[in-house]
């Protein structure tokens, strides 16, 4: 079955500090793609990167970065510098056929 | 922007009643999946359609039913709503799915209350 896990309920950092969101998923699938949304306190879900099963590279865009590592199946999440509008719930997702699984979310809070 | 709107933003209805949300998907894209987000949980989904045929159903009940239509928009309709179906309704639209080789857009949501 598939299962993501995001064991960190809530973080708490103050500005500039570096964040690592972690995420755990299990699959029984040769041929997946992994996801992370950001949920500000709006709603809506905002894409931030797909990744698919076999491309191992870690991605750098701008401030934040991925480190997927199939042999630990994880998916991690860094903030670096963070700012107060990366406060949001960011949700780490993983594809099946016709849908994605989502783990239950961070809840990011950067203070000032 | 992700060029998904969804109607209405809010919603109060009493149980037993039934709700129609709407869907506008992003043109062009063929699928729209729908989800549901209980408080403090991560999206549920719901089903998915692909060129107005249902391609996919999570684990809810027949009175969770949808319509895609061929202008890129759809909808989702509960029928004998119940208290647990207050959540927010997310609809998502990709170019295709392929088991992810696209990416799904998600609009702004409906939050429904059941009282």
Same mark, same amino acid.
């Given at each position: 079955?598939?299962?993501?896990?995001?064991?960190?309920?809530?973080?708490?950092?103050?500005?500039?500090?570096?964040?690592?969101?972690?995420?755990?998923?299990?699959?029984?699938?040769?041929?997946?793609?992994?996801?992370?949304?950001?949920?500000?306190?709006?709603?809506?879900?905002?894409?931030?990167?797909?990744?698919?099963?076999?491309?191992?590279?870690?991605?750098?865009?701008?401030?934040?970065?991925?480190?997927?590592?199939?042999?630990?199946?994880?998916?991690?999440?860094?903030?670096?510098?963070?700012?107060?509008?990366?406060?949001?719930?960011?949700?780490?997702?993983?594809?099946?056929?016709?849908?994605?699984?989502?783990?239950?979310?961070?809840?990011?809070?950067?203070?000032? | 922007?992700?060029?998904?709107?969804?109607?209405?933003?809010?919603?109060?209805?009493?149980?037993?009643?039934?709700?129609?949300?709407?869907? $506008? #998907?992003?043109?062009?894209? &063929?699928?729209?999946?729908?989800?549901?987000? %209980? *408080?403090?949980?991560?999206?549920?989904?719901?089903?998915?359609?692909?060129?107005?045929?249902?391609?996919?159903?999570?684990?809810?009940?027949?009175?969770?039913?949808?319509?895609?239509?061929?202008?890129? $928009? #759809?909808?989702?309709?509960? &029928?004998?709503?119940?208290?647990?179906?207050? %959540? *927010?309704?997310?609809?998502?639209?990709?170019?295709?799915?392929?088991?992810?080789?696209?990416?799904?857009?998600?609009?702004?949501?409906?939050?429904?209350?059941?009282?």
């Amino acid at each position: 079955a598939q299962k993501v896990t995001q064991a960190q309920t809530e973080i708490s950092v103050v500005e500039k500090e570096d964040v690592t969101l972690d995420c755990v998923y299990e699959t029984r699938d040769t041929t997946y793609y992994l996801f992370w949304y950001k949920q500000p306190p709006s709603g809506e879900l905002v894409f931030l990167i797909r990744r698919n099963s076999f491309d191992e590279q870690n991605e750098i865009s701008g401030r934040y970065s991925w480190n997927f590592q199939k042999s630990t199946s994880s998916f991690n999440f860094t903030i670096t510098a963070s700012q107060v509008v990366d406060s949001a719930v960011y949700f780490c997702a993983l594809s099946g056929n016709n849908d994605m699984r989502f783990g239950a979310g961070t809840r990011l809070t950067v203070k000032p | 922007e992700t060029g998904v709107t969804q109607s209405p933003t809010h919603l109060i209805k009493t149980r037993g009643q039934q709700v129609t949300l709407r869907c $506008s #998907s992003q043109s062009g894209h &063929n699928t729209v999946s729908w989800y549901q987000q %209980a *408080l403090g949980q991560g999206p549920q989904f719901i089903f998915q359609y692909y060129r107005e045929e249902e391609n996919g159903r999570g684990n809810f009940p027949p009175r969770f039913s949808g319509l895609q239509f061929p202008n890129y $928009s #759809s909808e989702l309709n509960v &029928n004998a709503l119940e208290l647990d179906d207050s %959540a *927010l309704y997310l609809c998502a639209s990709s170019l295709d799915w392929n088991g992810g080789e696209e990416t799904q857009y998600f609009g702004p949501g409906t939050r429904l209350l059941v009282l």
